[in-house]
Protein backbone atom coordinates (compact mmCIF):
# COMPACT_ATOMS: atom_id res chain seq x y z
CA UNK A 1 0.00 0.00 0.00
CA UNK A 2 1.75 3.47 -1.22
CA UNK A 3 2.52 5.67 1.78
CA UNK A 4 1.20 9.49 2.01
CA UNK A 5 2.78 11.03 -0.82
CA UNK A 6 4.03 15.08 -0.85
CA UNK A 7 5.01 16.81 -3.64
CA UNK A 8 6.98 18.93 -4.30
CA UNK A 9 9.61 18.07 -1.73
CA UNK A 10 11.61 21.18 -1.66
CA UNK A 11 11.18 24.53 -3.39
CA UNK A 12 12.31 27.69 -3.64
CA UNK A 13 10.17 30.92 -3.54
CA UNK A 14 10.99 34.84 -3.49
CA UNK A 15 8.79 37.34 -1.39
CA UNK A 16 5.29 37.90 -2.97
CA UNK A 17 5.04 34.62 -4.89
CA UNK A 18 2.37 32.08 -4.07
CA UNK A 19 2.90 28.59 -3.56
CA UNK A 20 0.98 25.70 -4.17
CA UNK A 21 1.58 21.97 -2.21
CA UNK A 22 -0.09 18.50 -3.13
CA UNK A 23 -0.75 15.78 -1.05
CA UNK A 24 -1.86 12.58 -1.59
CA UNK A 25 -3.43 10.54 1.00
CA UNK A 26 -3.20 6.27 2.00
CA UNK A 27 -6.06 4.90 -0.07
CA UNK A 28 -9.33 5.11 1.34
CA UNK A 29 -8.39 7.41 3.77
CA UNK A 30 -10.43 10.43 3.68
CA UNK A 31 -8.92 12.47 6.40
CA UNK A 32 -5.97 14.63 5.02
CA UNK A 33 -4.73 17.45 7.77
CA UNK A 34 -1.63 19.78 7.24
CA UNK A 35 1.12 20.89 9.54
CA UNK A 36 3.73 23.52 9.40
CA UNK A 37 6.74 22.86 11.22
CA UNK A 38 9.53 25.68 11.99
CA UNK A 39 12.57 25.76 14.40
CA UNK A 40 11.40 27.96 16.42
CA UNK A 41 7.62 27.27 16.82
CA UNK A 42 7.28 23.57 16.37
CA UNK A 43 4.34 21.86 14.73
CA UNK A 44 2.00 24.05 14.29
CA UNK A 45 -1.98 23.07 12.59
CA UNK A 46 -3.09 24.42 9.77
CA UNK A 47 -6.43 22.30 8.88
CA UNK A 48 -8.22 19.47 7.88
CA UNK A 49 -9.99 18.15 5.81
CA UNK A 50 -12.61 15.28 4.86
CA UNK A 51 -14.77 14.05 2.23
CA UNK A 52 -13.86 17.79 0.45
CA UNK A 53 -15.01 19.52 3.50
CA UNK A 54 -12.78 22.00 5.95
CA UNK A 55 -13.56 20.29 9.02
CA UNK A 56 -10.81 22.09 11.00
CA UNK A 57 -9.07 25.19 10.79
CA UNK A 58 -5.94 26.47 12.42
CA UNK A 59 -4.51 30.32 13.24
CA UNK A 60 -3.11 31.17 10.49
CA UNK A 61 -4.10 34.03 7.94
CA UNK A 62 -5.93 33.69 5.14
CA UNK A 63 -2.81 33.59 2.98
CA UNK A 64 -3.26 29.95 3.52
CA UNK A 65 -5.94 28.01 1.92
CA UNK A 66 -6.42 24.36 0.85
CA UNK A 67 -9.15 22.35 -0.74
CA UNK A 68 -9.78 18.84 -1.17
CA UNK A 69 -10.62 16.56 -4.52
CA UNK A 70 -13.42 14.02 -4.99
CA UNK A 71 -10.19 11.50 -4.96
CA UNK A 72 -9.10 12.68 -1.08
CA UNK A 73 -5.69 14.29 -2.71
CA UNK A 74 -5.52 17.67 -1.18
CA UNK A 75 -3.87 21.16 -2.18
CA UNK A 76 -2.55 24.08 0.38
CA UNK A 77 -1.58 27.10 -1.16
CA UNK A 78 0.51 30.48 0.22
CA UNK A 79 -0.46 33.60 -1.50
CA UNK A 80 2.05 36.80 -0.87
CA UNK A 81 4.29 34.67 0.84
CA UNK A 82 6.66 35.79 3.27
CA UNK A 83 9.70 35.30 4.83
CA UNK A 84 8.55 33.68 7.72
CA UNK A 85 6.61 31.26 5.75
CA UNK A 86 9.84 29.15 5.42
CA UNK A 87 9.10 25.79 6.86
CA UNK A 88 8.59 22.24 6.65
CA UNK A 89 4.64 21.72 5.10
CA UNK A 90 3.47 17.80 6.45
CA UNK A 91 -0.02 16.47 5.68
CA UNK A 92 -1.36 13.43 6.95
CA UNK A 93 -3.94 10.89 6.30
CA UNK A 94 -6.46 9.25 8.29
CA UNK A 95 -8.83 6.82 8.03
CA UNK A 96 -10.92 7.42 10.59
CA UNK A 97 -14.19 9.06 10.12
CA UNK A 98 -13.92 10.87 13.46
CA UNK A 99 -11.95 13.65 14.28
CA UNK A 100 -9.74 11.26 16.17
CA UNK A 101 -7.79 8.63 14.43
CA UNK A 102 -4.16 7.01 13.69
CA UNK A 103 -2.04 9.89 11.83
CA UNK A 104 0.36 8.99 8.84
CA UNK A 105 2.40 11.20 7.52
CA UNK A 106 3.90 12.37 4.30
CA UNK A 107 7.70 13.16 4.09
CA UNK A 108 6.85 16.90 3.76
CA UNK A 109 7.45 19.91 1.41
CA UNK A 110 10.25 22.14 2.66
CA UNK A 111 9.78 25.58 1.66
CA UNK A 112 12.28 28.01 1.14
CA UNK A 113 11.42 32.18 0.66
CA UNK A 114 14.04 34.41 -0.26
CA UNK B 1 1.60 27.39 29.89
CA UNK B 2 1.48 24.99 26.69
CA UNK B 3 -1.81 22.67 26.80
CA UNK B 4 0.77 19.92 26.43
CA UNK B 5 3.94 19.67 27.93
CA UNK B 6 6.77 17.43 27.45
CA UNK B 7 9.92 16.58 29.51
CA UNK B 8 12.71 15.98 29.22
CA UNK B 9 13.31 18.37 26.40
CA UNK B 10 16.60 16.58 25.57
CA UNK B 11 17.48 13.53 26.38
CA UNK B 12 21.26 12.03 25.97
CA UNK B 13 21.95 8.61 27.01
CA UNK B 14 24.16 5.31 26.47
CA UNK B 15 23.10 2.41 24.40
CA UNK B 16 20.98 -0.02 26.37
CA UNK B 17 19.28 2.28 28.70
CA UNK B 18 15.99 2.33 29.41
CA UNK B 19 14.54 5.19 28.05
CA UNK B 20 11.29 7.66 29.84
CA UNK B 21 9.89 10.38 27.93
CA UNK B 22 7.18 12.09 29.63
CA UNK B 23 4.06 14.02 28.63
CA UNK B 24 1.25 16.39 30.60
CA UNK B 25 -1.40 17.79 29.34
CA UNK B 26 -4.07 20.11 30.72
CA UNK B 27 -7.31 19.85 28.29
CA UNK B 28 -9.65 17.29 28.12
CA UNK B 29 -9.10 14.69 25.17
CA UNK B 30 -9.98 11.65 23.52
CA UNK B 31 -7.06 10.35 22.53
CA UNK B 32 -3.06 10.90 22.95
CA UNK B 33 -0.06 10.11 20.56
CA UNK B 34 3.19 9.17 20.30
CA UNK B 35 5.15 10.56 17.25
CA UNK B 36 8.62 10.03 16.03
CA UNK B 37 10.10 12.33 13.73
CA UNK B 38 13.75 11.09 12.40
CA UNK B 39 16.67 13.59 11.13
CA UNK B 40 15.29 14.83 7.57
CA UNK B 41 11.48 15.40 8.63
CA UNK B 42 9.62 12.06 7.92
CA UNK B 43 7.14 11.86 11.23
CA UNK B 44 6.26 7.98 12.34
CA UNK B 45 2.88 7.53 14.79
CA UNK B 46 3.79 5.41 17.43
CA UNK B 47 1.26 4.50 19.49
CA UNK B 48 -2.49 6.14 19.71
CA UNK B 49 -3.92 5.49 23.10
CA UNK B 50 -7.08 6.39 24.78
CA UNK B 51 -6.54 4.54 28.17
CA UNK B 52 -4.23 1.92 29.86
CA UNK B 53 -1.19 0.52 27.96
CA UNK B 54 0.03 -0.98 24.66
CA UNK B 55 3.45 -2.24 23.59
CA UNK B 56 5.23 -2.52 20.15
CA UNK B 57 8.53 -4.28 20.23
CA UNK B 58 10.44 -2.43 22.21
CA UNK B 59 8.14 0.58 22.61
CA UNK B 60 5.56 0.81 25.41
CA UNK B 61 3.10 3.73 25.96
CA UNK B 62 0.83 4.13 28.69
CA UNK B 63 -1.50 6.90 30.05
CA UNK B 64 -3.62 8.30 33.60
CA UNK B 65 -6.45 9.73 32.10
CA UNK B 66 -7.08 10.86 35.71
CA UNK B 67 -3.52 12.32 36.01
CA UNK B 68 -3.79 13.57 32.64
CA UNK B 69 -0.13 11.94 32.12
CA UNK B 70 1.15 10.01 29.46
CA UNK B 71 5.08 8.18 29.36
CA UNK B 72 7.01 6.35 26.59
CA UNK B 73 9.28 3.84 27.33
CA UNK B 74 12.10 2.40 25.35
CA UNK B 75 13.91 -0.68 26.59
CA UNK B 76 17.27 -1.75 25.65
CA UNK B 77 17.78 1.59 23.67
CA UNK B 78 19.77 1.56 20.09
CA UNK B 79 21.13 4.71 18.11
CA UNK B 80 18.70 3.88 15.82
CA UNK B 81 16.42 5.21 18.22
CA UNK B 82 17.84 8.66 18.49
CA UNK B 83 14.71 10.84 17.00
CA UNK B 84 12.80 13.75 18.56
CA UNK B 85 9.62 12.08 20.31
CA UNK B 86 6.57 13.99 20.01
CA UNK B 87 3.79 13.78 21.89
CA UNK B 88 -0.19 15.21 20.87
CA UNK B 89 -3.24 15.10 21.69
CA UNK B 90 -7.02 15.42 20.52
CA UNK B 91 -8.49 17.93 22.55
CA UNK B 92 -12.49 17.88 23.30
CA UNK B 93 -12.42 21.55 23.84
CA UNK B 94 -10.72 22.32 20.04
CA UNK B 95 -12.99 20.46 17.87
CA UNK B 96 -10.60 17.40 18.34
CA UNK B 97 -7.90 19.21 17.03
CA UNK B 98 -4.63 18.01 17.46
CA UNK B 99 -2.41 19.85 20.26
CA UNK B 100 1.21 19.50 19.76
CA UNK B 101 3.90 19.34 22.52
CA UNK B 102 7.47 20.41 21.51
CA UNK B 103 9.00 17.22 21.16
CA UNK B 104 11.77 15.43 23.02
CA UNK B 105 14.80 15.20 21.09
CA UNK B 106 16.32 11.51 22.24
CA UNK B 107 20.03 10.51 21.33
CA UNK B 108 21.36 7.06 21.93
CA UNK B 109 25.42 6.64 22.15
CA UNK B 110 27.08 3.70 20.91
Known amino acids: KAGVTQTPRYLIKTRGQQVTLSCSPI?????VSWYQQTPGQGLQFLFE???????NKGNFPGRFSGRQFSNSRSEMNVSTLELGDSALYLC?????????????FGEGSRLTVL | KNEVEQSPQNLTAQEGEFITINCSYS?????LHWLQQHPGGGIVSLFM?????KKHGRLIATINIQEKHSSLHITASHPRDSAVYICAVNGMDSNYQLIWGAGTKLIIKP
Open chain 2, 27 to 31: VGISA
Open chain 1, 27 to 31: SGHRS
Open chain 1, 92 to 104: ASSFSTENTGELF
Open chain 1, 49 to 55: YFSETQR
Open chain 2, 49 to 53: LSSGK
